[in-house]
């Protein structure tokens, strides 16, 4: 595709905002402008956000003259966020009252002062992201609309922003969204937020909304493809879309031009010119379509692809700025015979290449950051990712494929068409997509100590996962959980290494014996090395705790606890690995910490050479940002140390011309690029992308089918952890009544934890599932259930009380204990629900959580304790094992603490005297 670019005087829209050396005279209302009293001030005013308080950036009101303005103020923003943080600035014009009517403007500007030495090529600078807050019930429950530019400037520029440029926040909304439609009638503020990881200045002044929002047109056109793929000698059908305002008949007849011209084929050499129009009477229907045929010619010479523009025009009409292209396909090259040996293929495709091209393979980006999506063939990307929340919408396994499919087609205009690889993190089950089988997360795995059941699992992940377009996984996690205070420890099967190896089966599970077929999908042993050893303290990412914080052991420790898992799973294959945020501290090597993404030892000489790794090093998300250095050295640096795969996501463009120049300039060899293209095409050609690059659907219906429910539902029993069970409380009777309490009785939320629908996870109905409340009253269905969450209903007269409680979900470092945690206590809640239910009756108590929660205090009068772990969508799995239709079986994957002084606490501890140690779990049997 290609992106029709507007102009305004001689000033060119960079991807998605004019730049003028002067304000227009049409209709604009001041918004901001710093002169007198600036309202600062919060929630309602002006202020600052960051991830942590080092993240705010710094506001002062400057005097800085401008044109015409000599005696002028203005907003400066210092920003220092660091890396894997984020930072910037906010104007709620009002938090909750009398929201703005932007309706009638057409956009939104302001005066920006770059502190650049010299202009910057456009796009080169660092990227702004400009956000809007529209509808909602006040300013911080708003729906967020954003556009990003580029500070590519000098002093003062003019930045116009129309509201047609917006795109709707697909990685975060405040209250999930509301229309997800730019309504623009009650508008809250705005928000400006520059990159995270580098240290930079502007200055705002004259904010304000602009122009006149022009109607639009009755109706507009675009093609059914933005990009036709063909192989040479046949013809392709073109088809133009007709789409009313109305969704009414039209009214008048609409004619469309449409023509040719050449791309990188030859017309009348590779293909017949076309010249003509389609003419849509009046009372055509919204949604009519009609064709016109281009054909290609063939010449039978082998080929790289070539393409032909097109392009659409009319008047009256709302014309696409996306305009078509047709593409000749690549041909008759051996790289694209799938009989040669996928050596030889690469090795025949890799002669082909551009650095450039060699360096596109190397970047991953975020699918939501791509400044339009012909980028994906102008920069040569070789993968995107959907971050935790990064989801289509509607968010549904048919909207996935067909969001997958559109990007690989965009992919298809590149001489060389190398496919897309497309990654997720589908950590337990395809956990973004609403509708999929969320199975319980790896603590709970662990719990079963059952290879063959977390096989099975990784099966029906992988094959939910690539029905939707996705053909690789960011899992699993085979870290060694050794403190529990770590955000991170549900994501890891237990606290022994020989329990994490014996998981790796689910490699053999996510990929298949075949990567090629719609079943299989490319899994990541992720965090090479050390991540669940890191020192509570000893993180230096915002107000993290322990996550990425630093491993402060012995080489032989390192080998014996957190390599040795990785052993396996190479034996079996895995196709990526996924370095740590976390640095190693070699306390026999005077080296000190580094940063595992860093780490050439490690990743080069280790993984890759001596443990003969042949896969791709993937970095995690900004991972090499927090590499000491700025940002080019941070490129250098990672690439050097043996990452293949940076997953960027956002500055794609910037990191490629910056891997570019290191290559250039000599500090990176052109034989490194070769060998990290290498790696990641050979498992292209593994997965069957250069013959399949677009979605296989077969298996579409198996996300969130019964059978997968079933399964899970069977490992949420597996899973389960019988830790006390006084006077044979358990298994229940399916008769009596029943008293059931505690803040995640009913939760669909709490109960998948973390890595759900969004990266942090949320309570709530998130997902279509069962709760534990649900699945008792299915599983007895002759019980008399009374539910409170509170217990503040009647107590009298039950027989017995299950009071089901534990943690709200998190992800990562946001999860880690002092860091808005101060322990692993219950909450008063839930503690006080478990005094009312058992002081007035037998009670048993559930706790969901991705860790052990302190109950030492409470135990005495608890009749039975179950560790329910995070089990998912399928909570009658831990009704089944309270009601005797399935024996508790599960053991303890990590050691239960008494107190946060035990901590940190595991097995093999020279002292060691835990509430519950590694390993424990009682057994009943299944009640007849």
Same mark, same amino acid.
């Given at each position: 595709m290609r992106r029709t670019w507007i102009f305004l005087a001689v000033f060119a829209i960079f991807g998605s905002f004019f730049v003028s050396s002067t304000a227009a005279a049409e209709p604009s209302a001041t918004l901001d402008d710093f002169e007198g009293e600036v309202p600062f001030g919060n929630p309602e005013g002006i202020f600052t956000f960051g991830a942590d308080g080092n993240d705010h950036p710094t506001l002062t009101v400057e005097s800085?003259?401008?044109?015409?303005?000599?005696?002028?103020?203005?907003?400066?923003?210092?920003?220092?966020?660091?890396?894997?943080?984020?930072?910037?600035?906010?104007?709620?014009?009002?938090? +909750?009252?009398?929201?703005?009517?932007?309706?009638?403007?057409?956009?939104?500007?302001?005066?920006?002062?770059?502190?650049?030495?010299?202009?910057q090529p456009p796009g080169s600078g660092p990227t702004i992201w400009f956000e809007i807050k529209d509808g909602g019930a006040h300013a911080e429950a708003s729906e967020l609309w954003n556009t990003s530019f580029t500070d590519d400037f000098s002093g003062w520029t003019l930045i116009e922003l129309p509201f047609s440029r917006f795109q709707y926040r697909t990685d975060f909304q405040p209250v999930g969204g509301i229309n997800h439609e730019l309504d623009l009638t009650a508008m809250w503020g705005f928000a400006f937020t520059p990159p995270a990881?580098?240290?930079?200045?502007?200055?705002?002044?004259?904010?304000?909304?602009?122009?006149?929002?022009?109607?639009?047109?009755?109706?507009?056109?675009?093609?059914?493809?933005?990009v036709y793929s063909v192989r040479e000698g046949k013809s392709v059908d073109v088809g133009v879309r007709l789409t009313t305002r109305t969704g009414q008949p039209l009214e008048q007849p609409v004619t469309i031009a449409y023509a040719s011209s050449p791309g990188t084929a030859t017309p009348g050499t590779d293909y017949t010119a076309v010249n003509g129009s389609l003419t849509f009477p009046?009372?055509?229907?919204?949604?009519?379509?009609?064709?016109?045929?281009?054909?290609?010619?063939?010449?039978?010479?082998?080929?790289?692809?070539?393409?032909v523009n097109l392009t659409l025009s009319g008047e009256n009409v709302g014309i696409s700025s996306d305009q078509p292209t047709i593409v000749i396909d690549a041909h008759g090259l051996p790289y694209l015979d799938e009989d040669l040996p996928i050596r030889k293929r690469?090795?025949?495709?890799?002669?082909?290449?551009?650095?450039?091209?060699?360096?596109?393979?190397?970047?991953?980006?975020?699918?939501?950051?791509?400044?339009?999506?012909?980028?994906?063939?102008?920069?040569?990307?070789?993968?995107?990712?959907?971050?935790?929340?990064?989801?289509?919408?509607?968010?549904?396994?048919?909207?996935?494929?067909? @969001?997958? +499919?559109?990007?690989?087609?965009?992919?298809?205009?590149?001489?060389?068409?190398?496919?897309?690889?497309?990654?997720?993190?589908?950590?337990?089950?395809?956990?973004?997509?609403?509708?999929?089988?969320?199975?319980?997360?790896?603590?709970?795995?662990?719990?079963?100590? +059952?290879?063959?059941?977390?096989?099975?699992?990784?099966?029906?992940?992988?094959?939910?996962?690539r029905a939707t377009g996705a053909t690789w996984t960011f899992a699993p996690c085979l870290c060694v959980s050794r403190d529990e205070r770590w955000g991170r420890a549900y994501e890891a099967f237990g606290e022994s290494p020989s329990l994490v190896e014996s998981m790796g089966t689910i490699v053999d599970g996510l990929q298949g014996n075949d990567l090629s077929k719609p079943t299989s999908v490319l899994a990541t042993a992720k965090h090479w090395v050390g991540d669940g050893g890191t020192t509570y303290g000893s993180s230096t990412t915002g107000s993290y705790t322990t996550d990425q914080g630093i491993t402060e052991v012995t080489t032989k420790d390192l080998w014996r606890l957190h390599i040795a898992p990785y052993l396996d799973a190479l034996d079996r294959g895995v196709g990526t690995v996924m370095p740590s945020y976390s640095s190693v501290d070699l306390l026999d090597d005077p080296a000190g910490p580094v940063k595992m993404h860093a780490h050439r030892a490690l990743i080069t000489d280790v993984l890759k050479k001596k443990l003969r790794f042949d896969g791709f090093v993937i970095s995690d998300w900004q991972g090499i940002d927090q590499i000491p250095g700025d940002y080019a050295s941070d490129v250098v640096t990672a690439v050097n140390a043996g990452i293949d795969m940076v997953m960027v996501p956002h500055e794609y463009q910037r990191f490629s011309e910056l891997l570019l120049a290191g290559v250039t300039s000599?500090?990176?060899?052109?034989?490194?690029?070769?060998?990290?293209?290498?790696?990641?095409?050979?498992?292209?050609?593994?997965?069957?992308?250069?013959?399949?690059?677009?979605?296989?659907?077969?298996?579409?219906?198996?996300v969130g089918s019964a059978s997968h429910r079933a399964l899970a539902r069977s490992a949420v029993a597996e899973s389960q952890t019988?830790?006390?069970?006084?006077?044979?409380?358990?298994?229940?009777?399916?008769?009596?009544?029943?008293?059931?309490?505690?803040?995640?009785?009913? +939760?669909?939320?709490?109960?998948?934890?973390?890595?759900?629908i969004s990266w942090q996870g949320s309570s709530g109905a998130t997902t279509p599932g069962t709760s534990i409340l649900a699945g008792i009253r299915s599983v007895a269905p002759s019980a008399a259930v009374t539910y409170s969450r509170d217990a503040s209903a009647p107590l009298e007269g039950h027989d017995v009380g299950v009071v089901v409680v534990g943690e709200t979900p998190y992800a990562e470092g946001i999860g880690d204990i002092g860091n808005g945690r101060a322990d692993l206590s219950l909450s008063a809640a839930d503690r006080a629900?478990?005094?009312?239910?058992?002081?007035? @009756?037998?009670?048993?108590?559930?706790?969901?959580?991705?860790?052990? @929660?302190?109950?030492t205090d409470q135990l005495p009068q608890i009749d039975a304790l179950v560790a329910a772990w995070l089990p998912g969508t399928e909570g009658a799995g831990v009704a089944d094992t309270l009601f005797g239709n399935v024996a508790y079986t599960g053991r303890l994957p990590v050691t239960w603490p008494k107190t946060m002084a035990q901590l940190p606490?595991?097995?093999?501890?020279?002292?060691?005297?835990p509430l519950f140690p590694y390993g424990f779990g009682l057994r009943t049997h299944v009640r007849r």
């Open positions: 800085r003259a401008r044109e015409g303005v000599p005696d002028n103020h203005a907003l400066r923003v210092d920003y220092h966020a660091d890396a894997g943080g984020w930072g910037g600035v906010v104007h709620n014009l009002t938090y +909750d009252t009398n929201p703005q009517d932007w309706s009638g403007f057409a956009g939104i500007r302001f005066w920006w002062y770059g502190h650049n030495a010299a202009p990881g580098r240290v930079g200045t502007f200055s705002l002044d004259d904010i304000a909304v602009y122009g006149v929002a022009v109607p639009p047109p009755p109706a507009s056109v675009d093609t059914l493809k933005p009046a009372g055509t229907a919204t949604g009519a379509v009609q064709t016109f045929r281009v054909r290609t010619t063939s010449d039978r010479k082998a080929e790289v692809a070539e393409t690469v090795d025949d495709l890799l002669g082909r290449m551009t650095l450039a091209e060699k360096i596109g393979q190397m970047t991953q980006a975020e699918r939501g950051a791509l400044d339009a999506q012909d980028d994906i063939a102008s920069w040569a990307l070789g993968s995107l990712l959907s971050g935790g929340g990064s989801v289509p919408n509607p968010n549904t396994p048919a909207a996935w494929a067909d @969001m997958v +499919d559109g990007f690989q087609l965009r992919a298809r205009q590149t001489p060389l068409q190398i496919p897309l690889l497309y990654g997720v993190d589908a950590v337990h089950g395809h956990n973004n997509v609403v509708g999929a089988t969320i199975f319980p997360h790896n603590v709970g795995l662990g719990a079963t100590r +059952d290879p063959s059941l977390v096989k099975a699992i990784g099966r029906a992940t992988a094959k939910e996962t000599g500090q990176v060899s052109e034989a490194r690029i070769d060998d990290a293209a290498r790696r990641i095409l050979r498992q292209k050609f593994r997965l069957g992308l250069f013959e399949k690059p677009f979605v296989d659907r077969t298996y579409l219906s198996s019988l830790l006390k069970n006084a006077s044979r409380t358990l298994p229940l009777k399916k008769s009596g009544s029943i008293y059931v309490a505690g803040s995640n009785a009913d +939760d669909i939320g709490n109960q998948s934890g973390g890595w759900t629900a478990i005094d009312k239910v058992c002081a007035a @009756m037998t009670c048993v108590v559930v706790v969901v959580s991705g860790r052990p @929660m302190l109950v606490i595991n097995v093999g501890d020279k002292v060691y005297d």
